[in-house]
Structure formats: structure tokens, C-alpha cells
């Protein structure tokens, strides 16, 4: 088949650095070795670096039978900001200048958000009858509702109208509905007043076991990690203000306050809490931050590590998903140290895989870490939970084999 993948923000194959492939550049890459013919349209802009891949619209032949767009938009420099506004509407434009110059696809699979381009996307589907996969991945506008201030809440409505239209529609429009989890489909079939579909199926986020990797001793050494000495606790992302993150760093003084300096908790990346965590960091030896690390450094520091973090909010996206570290951690039998209700917790309480804690409360991640530094015997069972975990609902091969039957059955719709 001829497939179009839609998405934005996620890395690419034609990106120059060590980043793991996403969700659908993963399913993308799947379908192309299955023997489908994959048109993966794109952004100019990297998300993650903040820095443009071209300046205008590109298409790269990767291989014979995948084909990369990049369309182009402005840059922005913040995720919720005017300028990404523009970005999305800018891509959208370009997409529908594009798309009648491509051959056309026997299906088409876009990811929700970005809301502009899949409502193009669907359009599109719509006025050539071609079957369309609209994968849920995030809850927008539902989620911009929580960045205004109280005070003038109640005009949410009005500033996000059209979003809100652009999302009924493409609910409506779609073929079939994917989603992260049962209840991101919920979530969008409710916008329709609609029950979930004999088209619709979740996909939770998978991940690609890493095997092909070197152990790099020396970013151990670098920032002070010694695995026989430390027990480490790691969290890998961007580390912007959205996440609890100086909710970990007052738990590292408590640590600290213990003497217990043999605990390392390790959070990389970047963002805007980079500088206020490094200011904690510099006066408490328990907080470690080694900035933007890549592929082999993520999987050096999974391998050394007692548990993963997930310092998130228990906000409206984050209770009805999966956060995409999830099954990084389960690749390699961490537990998970989790302050996110919903979803992640009813999945941790099911396969004892790790331990919730209380949203916003150092104290209450403090006292989490040191009942797994009490218990070794129980981190074992729940670092093997972790692993059957895995296999059974986050392993890439088997999810996107299972993705790739849904799509070439959603195909076969006759319109």
C-alpha cells in the first residue's frame, strides 16, 4: 500500500544525532519494512533542539520506498508560545499546497495533535475518499484550558472555538481511532457524545529495546557515578516547568539531609528548570544533572540504575496516557517512582512494577525512595514485573505488528 504518515515533533531518521526514533517515525519505519510504500510528512523545524532542519519544504528519498516531506514554518522557541501557533498554521498551508502534487495514498495516518494539519489531513481524505487513522497522543485544546489563570478561565471557550471545531470534526471524520491508551480514545469519541467504534483500538506508546549501544564508562565518571558506590534514580526528558521537577529537588535536600549521599538522583536534559535545578545541584551531591545525553549514555545510565522517575502532574494529559518513558524504563526491568494518578497508576498497581507517590509532597518522594532502598528484596520482584510488563504491552515488535494488521484492515473501509 501507499501510506502517509502525518506527524510533528518527534525526531527523524534524517536528523543528525543519536536520538531513538518516536511513535510513528517507529510505526513508519515498521511499514516500510513490511513492504509498504511511506510518504512521512513532517516539520522543517526540530522540536526537541529548537533549531531549523531546512528552510523551506524538502522532500528526501530515504530509501526506495520511503519518502520524507519536511514542510516548512516558522521556528519557535517555546512549545506553547504565538510562534508555534504560526508554525502549525504555516505546515498546514504547505501540506495542502503538497499533497495533490503526491501520489495518493491508499490510507493516511495523522497524529493528533498537531489539530490544523490532521484537519487538513482529514479533508483532504474526505473530498478523494480515502481512508483515514487519526492516532491520539495528547488532549489538546482540553489542555490549554489549564494554562490560564482562573480569573479569566471562562474565556477559554471563546479563544479556543476553533480548535474545539477542528476537533469535533476530525473525530467525526476519522475512519478509525487510535490512541496511547482506551481512555485518550474515550476522551476524543466524547467530544462527539459518541461510544468508542469497532474501528477504534489502543496502541500504547512502545518502545525499541536497545541492544546496540556501548557502555560509556566515561559519562560515569564524568559526572561523579559510580554504580557499586550510588544507587541511582533517573529520569531522562525535557525538563520544562509543566513537570514536578523542583518537587524532585526538594526530596534530594531531604535526602541529603539524611547524609544518604550515596543516593544519585539523575535527571538529564534541558529546559527551562535546567538552571534552578543546577542551582540545588551545586549545593546537594544527591541531585545530578548531566544535562542533554544521547543514545548510548541513556542506555549506560538505564543499566545502572535502581528505578525510573516520573515527576509529572496529575493534569488532564497525563491521567489518561502512558508517558513515553514508561516503556523506555520497562525495557530494561526498572520499577517505576510515579506521582501520576490515573492511567500510570492503575498500570503500576496491576503488574506491581513500582510505587505512586503524592503529587507535589518532597516528603512523599523522599520516603518512596527510601522504601525501595529498605527493600531490595521487593525492587527485585517488581524490577522482574517490569520486565514481563514490557513484553506483554510495550514492546515495539510485537505493538506494531499488531498496529500494522489494524491498518491495512482499516484500509479495506469502504467510504
Not at 471545531?165 to 466524547?190: E, F, L
Not at 541492544?211 to 560509556?216: G, I, L, S, W
Not at 516528603?363 to 524490577?383: G, H, P, Y
Amino acid at each position: 500500500m501507499n501510506i502517509w504518515v502525518l506527524v510533528l515533533g518527534e525526531p527523524l531518521e534524517t536528523d543528525q544525532n543519536n536520538n531513538r526514533l518516536h511513535r510513528a517515525g517507529m510505526l513508519a519505519r515498521k511499514l516500510v519494512d513490511s513492504g509498504h510504500n511511506i510518504t512521512l510528512w513532517s516539520s522543517n523545524v526540530d522540536h526537541i533542539k529548537k533549531k531549523l532542519r531546512s528552510k523551506k519544504t524538502e522532500v528526501f528519498k530515504i530509501s526506495e520506498n520511503y519518502k520524507l516531506i519536511l514542510l516548512a514554518g516558522r521556528l519557535y522557541k517555546k512549545n506553547i508560545s504565538l510562534a508555534r501557533i504560526g508554525h502549525n498554521i504555516d505546515v498546514t498551508k504547505e501540506f495542502n499546497k503538497q499533497a495533490d502534487t503526491q501520489d495518493k495514498p491508499d490510507i493516511v495516518i495523522s497524529n493528533y495533535p498537531i489539530i490544523e494539519l490532521t484537519d487538513a489531513a482529514l479533508i483532504y481524505c474526505k473530498n478523494n475518499k480515502i481512508p483515514s487513522i487519526v492516532d491520539i497522543r495528547d488532549f489538546w485544546p482540553d489542555i490549554f484550558y489549564e494554562t490560564l489563570p482562573k480569573s479569566i478561565s471562562f474565556i477559554g471557550d471563546i479563544l479556543f472555538w476553533s480548535l474545539n471545531r477542528k476537533s469535533k470534526n476530525i473525530v467525526k471524520n476519522a475512519t478509525g481511532i487510535t490512541g496511547i491508551t482506551s481512555q485518550a480514545i474515550k476522551w476524543a469519541r466524547s467530544k462527539n457524545n459518541q461510544d468508542l467504534q469497532e474501528t477504534d483500538k489502543a496502541f500504547p506508546l512502545a518502545y525499541e529495546n536497545v541492544k546496540d549501544y556501548k557502555f560509556n564508562k566515561d559519562f560515569l565518571i564524568k559526572n561523579n557515578l559510580d554504580p557499586i558506590r550510588d544507587n541511582i534514580y533517573c529520569f531522562f526528558g525535557n525538563l520544562s516547568n509543566r513537570i514536578e521537577l523542583d518537587n524532585v529537588a526538594k526530596a534530594a535536600k531531604i535526602i541529603h539531609s539524611k547524609n544518604s549521599v550515596n543516593i544519585k538522583l539523575v535527571i538529564c536534559g534541558t529546559g527551562e528548570m535546567y538552571k534552578p535545578l543546577m542551582d540545588t545541584a551545586k549545593r546537594c551531591p544527591v541531585l545530578v544533572l548531566p544535562g542533554w545525553i544521547e543514545k548510548d549514555e541513556i542506555n549506560t545510565l538505564l543499566e545502572v540504575s535502581k528505578a525510573g522517575l516520573l515527576p509529572y502532574p496529575s493534569s488532564l494529559d497525563f491521567i489518561r496516557s502512558y508517558p513515553n518513558k514508561v516503556g523506555e524504563y520497562l525495557s530494561k526491568n526498572l520499577p517505576i517512582i510515579s506521582s501520576v494518578q490515573g492511567a500510570m497508576d492503575d498500570l503500576i498497581s496491576k503488574f506491581n512494577i513500582g510505587i505512586t507517590y503524592q503529587n507535589n509532597s518532597p516528603q512523599s518522594l523522599a520516603n518512596t525512595i527510601q522504601q525501595i532502598e529498605d527493600d531490595e528484596n521487593n525492587r527485585k520482584v517488581m524490577s522482574r514485573n517490569a520486565g514481563e510488563c514490557f513484553k506483554k504491552m510495550f514492546d515495539a515488535d510485537n505493538v506494531y505488528n499488531e498496529y500494522i494488521s489494524y491498518i491495512e484492515k482499516i484500509s479495506k473501509q469502504n467510504l
